[in-house]
């Protein structure tokens, strides 16, 4: 997964420009904006969108969230009228994370304006403890975390920006959180606003105001973090994290696995690669059919993987040929998917093939393997019984093919029938 942050500055003009088609082509997952200056935002192709804007001063801050993958729920502010009316913090939930998007008061007006800055970090980050998920933040936090991250830190020191209160912050939340990009990149140079003054970008005078902090717990997760330098269009540059997760759901693979337990989806390419039979086999119609969802019955998962949910049920395709084949069968759809999706599912199904399974069961949390192994031991053979050679799986994943077999289940995949 790919995930930008920015702070445009004013979103009108990068989409006047041309800029946020740039970076749109850099096909984030999730792309994070900051100080978007606006009451609406345009719709983006695969795309769901989500703005918050001020809801009083419309041409300053709010924040805008783009997103491919669709999250469980959506949450914008974090109880303070006074911040949340200058619409600073989106937070995202998705199946084992929290992504917040921050826009942080500068507090460089005045002493007022500081303590008010204080004050947001001291509710932003109890907010933030409160997550009951690992949780991962961007945005732009209007403040360095070392003097490695200003060229010249003694124009700073003792500002907004570079306090020691503000200091101790960092101190405190990079126990809790790991900054992403210092993980990839010790050195300096690397930073993400210049002062709007001639020659400041061009010399690279600039700081590291904009950050991703992540829970440690998904450090391992991370495969790199990186500032978009060259990405004109603000003051601002463009972020990147990318991490090993799911691009449908949105779960981070701790465990480096194949598939992802929530969708069923393969996430990691293997090398292994189907052997499709020149002599396609028959399909006895005596045999109870254990039916796969996803590279099975799916025609075009691999085309579709990345939609948002809704436009991806709309968008499948049904393998018609084997439907045929196993339609006057007694079928089975053991799936990976998750039962929160099995109603809309089972309907796209009927409406677009008429097809329709016997009995279906779903993902609860686990390995496709194993959720596989569970339904057979204890729902389908008790209730069909153990004589194995009646029972036929048609099944993408080698490994749940393994499973299968170990049970004295013939299984194979699709390639051998149609």
């Not at 084997?322 to 099995?342: F, G, M, Q, W």
Request: net charge negative.
């Amino acid at each position: 997964m790919k995930i930008i942050s920015w702070n445009v500055n004013g979103l009108k003009s990068i989409i006047e420009k041309g800029f946020l088609e740039e970076i749109i082509a850099q096909d984030p997952d999730i792309l994070c904006l900051q100080e978007v200056k606006s009451t609406e935002i345009p719709e983006i192709e695969n795309y769901i969108s989500y703005n918050y804007p001020a809801s009083e001063l419309v041409n300053f801050y709010g924040t805008a969230i783009y997103t491919k993958v669709e999250p469980l729920s959506v949450r914008k502010g974090f109880g303070d009228k006074e911040f949340d009316a200058e619409g600073r913090v989106i937070r995202m939930e998705f199946e084992n994370f929290y992504l917040y998007n921050v826009y942080c008061p500068s507090g460089a007006s005045s002493q007022e304006r500081l303590d008010r800055k204080f004050r947001f970090y001291d509710e932003f980050t109890e907010y933030v403890y409160k997550s009951n998920k690992p949780s991962i933040i961007c945005g732009d936090f209007n403040r360095i975390s070392a003097e490695i991250d200003a060229k010249n830190p003694k124009n700073i020191k003792g500002k907004s920006g570079f306090l020691p209160e503000e200091q101790e912050w960092f101190k405190e939340i990079l126990t809790k959180y790991a900054d992403a990009f210092r993980k990839f990149h010790k050195d300096g140079d690397n930073f993400t606003w210049w002062p709007n003054r001639k020659g400041y970008r061009e010399d690279n005078k600039g700081y590291r105001f904009d950050y991703f902090l992540v829970s440690n717990t998904f450090e391992n997760t991370l495969t790199d973090s990186y500032i978009l330098k060259d990405q004109m269009g603000s003051d601002h540059a463009p972020i990147v994290l990318e991490l090993n997760s799911c691009p449908v759901c949105g779960t981070v693979n701790n465990n480096d696995n194949e598939f992802c337990y929530q969708c069923g989806i393969k996430i990691i390419e293997t090398e292994e690669e189907e052997e499709v039979r020149e002599d396609k086999l028959e399909i006895p119609k005596d045999k109870i059919i254990l039916l796969d969802l996803n590279y099975t019955l799916i025609a075009n998962s691999k085309e579709i993987f990345n939609y948002p949910l809704e436009k991806k049920i709309k968008s499948q395709k049904y393998e018609m040929d084997l439907i045929e084949l196993i339609k006057d069968n007694y079928v089975i759809l053991i799936t990976a998917s998750p039962y929160k999706r099995s109603h809309k599912i089972l309907r796209d199904i009927k409406e677009k093939t008429g097809f329709q399974p016997d009995e279906s069961y779903w993902n609860f949390g686990g390995q496709p393997p194993q959720v596989k192994k569970y339904w057979m031991e204890n729902e389908v053979i008790p209730q069909h019984g153990d004589e194995v050679e009646k029972y036929l799986a048609i099944e993408s994943n080698p490994n749940t093919r393994r499973m299968y077999k170990k049970l004295g289940i013939e299984a194979r995949p699709k390639g051998d029938f149609i």
